[in-house]
């Protein structure tokens, strides 16, 4: 990894978009720090610190956000409206013919579904910031002014910063794209997520030190805190090996006479790779067992009544939602794999290049065939993530530990580091390619 980064850096192209990204990562936690108008960051902190703000959304747009939300600064949305907006044109792409035959254009397709994306989510930022703000008017009295004109102008400003902060992210997010090394959004989200490792660092050295401090030292944190760090570790390397995890199935192609000359004859391979949807499953999982302890915020629910009892199972330090985080990750692994992989369009594929699969025959059986290894696949990358997800939730709720250790955040941050290294390899190669002149 050092020595990719060191090697990038002394081609001198490579090292104006490091730093161009670099510049542009800057000025996305500057706007992290810059606080709106008229939101109490106290009250937000307190929310979130409590039981009821931990397993809801709110809670899971400031890990996003990297603690933006809690301090009600500018970027407090995060890339949460973009994410959302691309999963529903995704979405809709495969349900609208319209879109798909868009999908399918091109270049020129590409970018008028990144035009529909874009005005998306100014809609969705929109609807989100008036959610929170009423959330935080009616429920957490964060807000300054909530009376006469005077309120109703200190809501167009707080709506509008949160608006305009998740459109800016989007804007520096399309920069990285054009001019930096990476995917833009999703390095800001890995910005977001990193900036919150001094916190989890801190917090596990304060639980090391009470193994041997005070009058009564709790000893067992002198064995707990190795071995979550060691399984912190683990972690990585298990996502690392699953990131890079793929089923090779055989190709081969006929030959073809062309004039005097024959073509074809040689062999491939077909690539499925273990983890197929990335952390998109999570991300839908984690977003839908939200929606419960959401709406207990947004309403005044009975602490005795049956609905808050029906609630408490939604949180997140429970085995029941751990079961249904596990199964739903499982579900929702199968269905977004469904979506972006047809087994009857590879095999067409296949057949129009006169590609074969050894022991295949063409058509049906292809397709059969290819089906069978992608649903195996995503069995097993489905059990992984699922397990990747739900081991810090089970080591939280064991060792009663508070370690702020998502498998999102860590599936999140190892991912979009594999891939940005890859760029800077494939980056350097295409550099110090000779060609074939030489």
Known sequence: MFKTLRNAWSVPELRKKLLYTLLIVLLFRIGTAVPVPFL?????QQM???AEGAGNLLGYLDILSGGAFASATLFAL????????????????VAIPALERMAKEGEDGRKKIQRITRYTTVGLALLQAFAYYTLLRNQYQAVAYTEGWTGVFAACVIISAFCGGAMLIVYLGERIDEHGIGNGISLLLFAGIVSRGYNAVKRLWDYFA???MGENPELKYLILVPLIVV???ALIIAIIIMTNAERRIPIQYAKRVVGRKMYGGNASYLPVKVNMSGVMPIIFASSLLAIPGTIAAFVNVNPTGFMARFLSIFNHNTPVYGVLYFLLILAFNYFYVAIQYNPIELSNNLRNSSGTIPGIRPGRPTSDFIARIISKITLIGGIILGLVAVLPIAVAGLTKMNISLGGTSIIIVVGVALDTFRQLESQMMMRHYKGFMD
């Open 78 to 93: 995060s890339i949460t409206p973009y994410i959302t907006s691309s999963i529903v044109i995704q979405l809709l792409t």
């Open 210 to 212: 009470l193994g041997f």
């Open 40 to 44: 109490d960051p106290s009250a937000l």
């Open 48 to 50: 979130l610190q409590s």
């Open 231 to 233: 399984l912190f570790l």
